[in-house]
């Protein structure tokens, strides 16, 4: 009897010892890379990708940032760190064509209209490519479980910026021809010679000329907030591995998309960048 209520006291306090030991142990920090995957609701704009003969299905589901994080511990059992990461996702289309004769000039395909197979070399190239880029500070509460075993709480709160591009080609470029003025002229004091026919010389409407391609970016930078829990592995001495799991919000108001960078789209809609998110790391240090 003697040895077993030896046996229980022995079991109870080294069980004790690994669940609350000291504080000043939580020291140091580490650093690692570490991918995030997010199970997205939906990618902004993807819905009209349709018109363009594109299947936003086919967009990488879950979507992957590649990225590096980072961790400090500051006092107790609080820990502090940071993340920086960007990932994309791209789906691509080259269309059938039909050559039409449009008789009215409506852009339109009407009854009686000829059509006929396009035969030439030309054929368009149609890619949408989704960006996410997110840099963050994340701050957790931090419950030790075993000796190399450790529970978190916290979030990642930060910028993130998100951008859908629209990458339509007709034919190959040429290393040259990217750099060509598509609007006219230009001379060496800067002047720029935009030429026109007799009918539109009072009043002309200046328009880009013909280019093999047209990009159109839309992107908007918004505020990204992710709470998770995460567990720490301390595997070996200086290396260790951490994963989390959370959800991850960010909301881009409406009109604060832009286009190409520099002009506001003042009719966009309110957009979320949203889901379930999973984090692994694989880190050295402490």
Known sequence: MKNIVLFIALSTSILMAQFSYPAEDFLGG????????????????????????????????????????GFAHITGRWRIGGYAGVGATTV????????????????????????????????????????????????????????????????????????????????????????????????????LYYGVDSTEYADPDILPGAVPGLLRDVSA?????????????????????RISVGFNKGTISGGNWELNGRTKISDSPTSAIQGPSFRTMLYIGL
């Not at 963050?136 to 930060?158: F, N, R, T």
């Open 92 to 191: 691509a289309s080259s269309p059938t064509i039909k050559v039409f004769s449009d008789d009215n000039n409506n852009d339109s395909l009407d009854t009686g209209e000829a059509v006929k197979d396009y035969t030439g070399f030309f054929n368009p190239t149609i890619e949408a490519k989704f960006t996410f880029s997110l840099g963050a500070a994340s701050v957790e509460y931090v419950m030790p479980l075993l000796q190399d075993l450790e529970l978190s709480a916290g979030a990642l709160m930060g910028l993130g910026r998100a951008s859908l591009a629209i990458d339509q080609q007709s034919g190959n470029p040429r290393w040259n021809n990217v750099f060509e003025n598509v609007y006219g002229t230009m001379d060496s004091t800067g002047t």
């Open 221 to 241: 930078t918004f505020f990204n907030f992710q709470p998770y829990i995460a567990v720490k592995w301390q595997f070996l001495e200086r290396l260790g591995l």
């Open 30 to 69: 580490g650093i690692g890379y570490s991918p995030m995957y997010i199970k997205l609701d939906s990618i902004p704009g993807s819905f009209y990708l349709t018109g363009l003969g594109l299947d936003p299905k086919q967009f990488r589901d879950p979507f992957v940032i590649h990225g590096g994080e």
